[in-house]
């Protein structure tokens, strides 16, 4: 990494919104730079912030006091990452298209493989509902790495994993491309973008982990998404605008955040109170403070 500790302050983030989601005289501030790709972000139970570099195959920690540290490398070519209510880390593992359950000593155990023997496509991002199950989307994104020969499950698909692992399924098979996925901290609602389709889609979830009540929920897609305590969804960067647009629960857009990067790949909430937004970006990572705390803490 080139800027390890970096703190640079950002004015003009927001595009002519005043929706009172940026706290008073908060600025966007780059944090690190100098890595090949960010993506991944996610907090443990603290408050510190993990996420990956994931050409670099490392999962790297920002703690609390604001310093730089690389947990895991080589980490499985890690994308999407979420603690679970045991302190590991959920891990979608391209490297050979896995789904990782990393435990705080870095012990890796497998989650799942394949799909009636055949090969995911590219486990992408994972969100971890309230009862230990998990959903992951599952694109196809060519890579330098990984297994080509394996056959892979046909289809770009959204997946079901419940809490004793016995039953893998697919929950959404009609999708574009399936990226960013996040639901409500009281398990009801999971919300997963078609990147490729512009679109964020809602559902109910029942409690045997199936979907129902199908609805779109805004014409944007996303990479990576979270939702804060009000239900508000925050979705990076598709088409011409770059950054992070904040979507009320009512599907009306309220903010953005602009960062001045190429690409913004991942959001999520950290620090000690949970009220700092994380922002991965290229080959950058950024911070924003909120008036608001993220939904999904890990507790």
């Known amino acids: ?36 790709f960010t993506e991944g972000p996610t ?11 994931q050409p670099n195959d490392r999962i790297l920690k920002w703690s609390i006091d604001g310093k730089l540290s690389t947990f895991m490398q080589p980490a499985g070519r890690a994308n999407g990452l979420m603690f679970d209510v045991r302190g590991n880390l959920i891990a979608c593992a391209e490297a050979k298209n896995e789904l990782w359950s990393i435990a705080p000593d870095k012990t890796v155990t497998l989650l799942t493989t394949n799909l009636n023997g055949k090969s995911f496509n590219g486990p992408n991002d994972v969100w971890i509902a309230p009862d230990g199950s998990l959903y992951f ?23 079901f994993l419940s809490a004793d692992r016995q039953t893998l399924r697919p929950v959404i098979d009609d999708f574009k ?8 901290p009281d398990g009801k609602i999971l919300y997963v973008t078609d990147i490729h389709a512009n679109q964020t889609w809602r559902y109910r979830i029942l409690p ?38 904040v979507i009320n629960s009512t599907g009306n857009q309220i903010d953005h ?8 790949a991942n959001v999520s909430f950290g620090g000690a109170d949970h009220q700092t937004l994380f922002i991965t970006a290229s080959e950058s990572f950024y911070s924003i403070r909120l008036r608001v705390k993220g939904a999904n803490a890990a507790k």
């Open 257 to 264: 955040i602009d960062v001045p990067e190429k690409w913004s």
């Open 43 to 53: 907090c443990d139970v603290h408050g510190n912030l993990f996420f990956t570099d």
């Open 137 to 159: 989307t599952d694109p196809f994104y060519k890579r330098s790495w990984g297994d080509t020969n394996t056959p892979r499950v046909s289809g770009a698909k959204v997946y």
């Open 177 to 184: 491309k399936p990226n960013g996925i996040t639901g409500t």
């Open 208 to 245: 045997d982990g199936s979907l129902t009540n199908k609805a779109l929920f805004c014409a944007k897609g996303s990479d990576g998404m979270t939702i804060d305590v009000e239900g508000n969804l925050y979705l990076c960067a598709t088409g011409r605008t770059n950054g992070v647009t």
């Open 1 to 36: 990494m080139k800027k390890i500790g970096l703190v640079i302050l950002l004015a003009g983030v927001c595009q002519g919104f005043a929706s009172g989601i940026i706290a008073p005289d908060a600025r966007l501030e780059k944090l690190a730079d100098g890595f090949k």
